[in-house]
């Protein structure tokens, strides 16, 4: 929110009050407290009739350290709040040199010296990150008389922010204006269905602010070379988060808010939809497996959208008896063909749904002030919400759901929760404005809770739109509703490397776009992207997504793309380890892999799938893509052309092809079996060698398929002329040097070592 006119002046009927200097200080073994008057103290008079903020520093885990403002302590405060399962206590260290005092956690330190005007350092090995000066601590009161804290963090010459949840709006996020208020906006709008109030820059730290109700940011917009963030509240906490790589603050940022849940391996293959709102019963969804299969298209997971359920009733749980008669067994008969079944819910419940008068009779609806049921006639005619603050309405919800996955279902795709009441009373007392956002965190976490109790750890994943800080742990998430063209897929990736630098590891979006109907070049693009991406699925509003609506070539380029990425799966499953034990994306912005190259902090429209791959999805009718390479020799794993960075390169791919581009010394596993995601992969494995160096070494990690564990590992090392590969698998394995069409050398199985002559 803005509160200037300019440098000089306030907005009409805002008043602004600052921290000046530090009047009094309480310093503890790992706590400062610093008490900072609005106005400099000359003397006694100036004591009086004035307002004395309290500031609270600390250290909840090494690398990081909490701020925590507060103007009037008397408040109610009633939550909700974040749970921030990395905090600990005793971390950081108070030291005092005359005047300064220091807090140090890790390399972090924060330095205030209290003999001038306030100020606080933050600062890393030597180096300061960032500084809030004389407009940085304090609050505003605007014309309304709502109060609002007001935080503010110096912003280097060239320094980039990036984050804050999944936005569609420029990648860089200096220079805009941001609200964290969940909406149901699609993804050409600065609205956004993922709001993180979590944010990085290229400096070497991040910005956590640890409110889950309405934040907002002015990015270098209102203050140009300011982050500033408010909230209408009383007390503003946030988290300096040090790295100093992206990677490493990611790393410390979900060790604090909670990292990923590993989905299971089964979610790497192709997901078909029925779409959205089109006809489907069983016959077609019988026509739709079965051509998959017929034009050699493996099918891992089908889903079912809205109408599973029947007009006006959603959510009642409930399959339409007329569309589908027997939905145990057509459920029955997809798992036989060795499908997964995924359906859509929400957490709204229609007045039509027998659910209604049940949910308002014992109170596991949300009400209103008077004691009524909270409705409206958006999206359902009468619907409700329901209160997931309520333990009692959250069994009663999640008891809907185990009727279905005894059923059959193995999954959820838990769509909406944005649109959240403020004018209601929550069952516990939550504020309503900090429930807002919150909502979603709660109606995931309940659903996650579910599968991961019914089909034990590691097999338990959603397909979510909607999240908030902390909702990592609920993977995966989708990117909403966007439209059915090229510039939607691009505005999509840029939403899904933001949520990538937000902490979230798994991403996926509709291939072809949501709304509307993709000619056949832009489905065929999307395939290739919605492929190379941590999750994959069909999935469109009014027309189906069947390759061979797009013609014969849209099947072949199906077809191929789901056999590579069936090859690719331990390399992916691999990649989905890390980001559940590191925090650290499947999907990565070139920033977070090569922090160091100026040309990659912008970077929007490619990214590093894992470790070892270059995506550059194409987005033009002709096939023309411009895309960056880093420095070395990088190779297209799809035709083994070869491209020396650092530099710009712009070609053009038919529809078979595109960037895909392995990395200077990178050995990638591919796996026998292309016509499944989940196999024995250590078994006759093949390690594709990629423009290995002299003196390079390389472990690579074939993944147990069940979980972290691992298959085999592989070491490799090039010494001139010769390549030394070592392993503890007893299986048979090969090695192909040069590209896909390369030289392979096969390995019988207890073949635990060889040395092999390197091409030159």
Known sequence: MKFTDGYWLMRPGCTARHAAEVADHRAEEHR??????????????????????????????????????????????????????????????????????ELSS?????????????????AAEGRVLTTVGERGTGFVTDAAGRHHMVGQHALAVGELVYGLGERFTPFIRNGQTVDIWQADGGTSSELAYKNIPFHLTNQGYGVFVNHPGKVSYEVGSEAVG????????????????????????????TALTGRPALPPAWALGLWLTTSFTTDYDEATVNRFVDGMAERGIPLSVFHFDCFWMREYKWSDFAWDADTFPD???????????????????????????????????????????????????????????????????????????????????DCFKTDFGERIPTDVVWHDGSDPERMHNYYTHLYNQAVFDLLREERGEGEAMLFARSATAGGQQYPVHWGGDCESHANAMAESLRGGLSLGLSGFGFWSHDIGGFEGTPTPAVFKRWVQFGLLSSHSRLHGSKSYRVPWDYGEEAVAVTRAFTLLKHRLAPYLQRAAQQAHSTGIPVMRAMVLEFPDDPAAATLDRQYLLGDDLLVAPVFTEDGTVDYYVPAGTWTNILTGDQVTGPRWVREQHDFHTLPLLARPDAVIPFAADDQHPVSAWADAVELRVHAFADGAERSVVIPDPAGLGESARFRLRREGDRLHVTTDSRLPWSLRVGGPEGTLHANPADTTRIDLPYPA
């Open 32 to 101: 400062l407290t610093l008490y900072a008057p609005v106005k400099h103290v000359r003397g006694r008079g100036d004591t009086l009739n004035s307002p004395l903020l309290t500031v609270e520093c600390w250290s909840p885990a090494k690398g990081v350290i909490g701020v925590r403002t507060t103007h009037h302590a008397g408040s109610v405060r009633r939550g909700p709040d974040f749970a921030l399962p990395g905090a600990s206590g005793g971390v950081g260290k108070v030291h005092r040199d005359g005047e300064v005092l």
């Open 106 to 122: 890790g390399e972090l330190t924060l330095r205030v010296d209290t003999s001038k005007p306030w100020r606080l350092e933050f």
């Open 226 to 253: 300011q982050v500033q963030f408010s909230v209408e509240d009383q007390s503003l906490e946030y988290f300096i988060v040090y790295g100093p790589t992206p990677k490493e603050i990611l790393t410390r940022y």
């Open 327 to 409: 939905p145990e067994g057509m459920l029955a008969r997809l798992k036989e063909r060795g499908l997964r079944v995924c359906a859509w819910i929400n957490p709204y419940i229609a007045q039509k749904s027998h659910l209604f008068d049940e949910g308002q009779r014992e109170g596991y609806l949300v009400r209103r002030a008077d004691g009524s049921v909270w409705q409206w006639d958006l999206w359902q005619p009468g619907m409700a919400l329901v209160d997931f603050t309520n333990p009692a309405a959250r069994d009663w919800f999640i008891g809907q759901l185990r009727v279905l996955l005894d059923q059959g279902v």
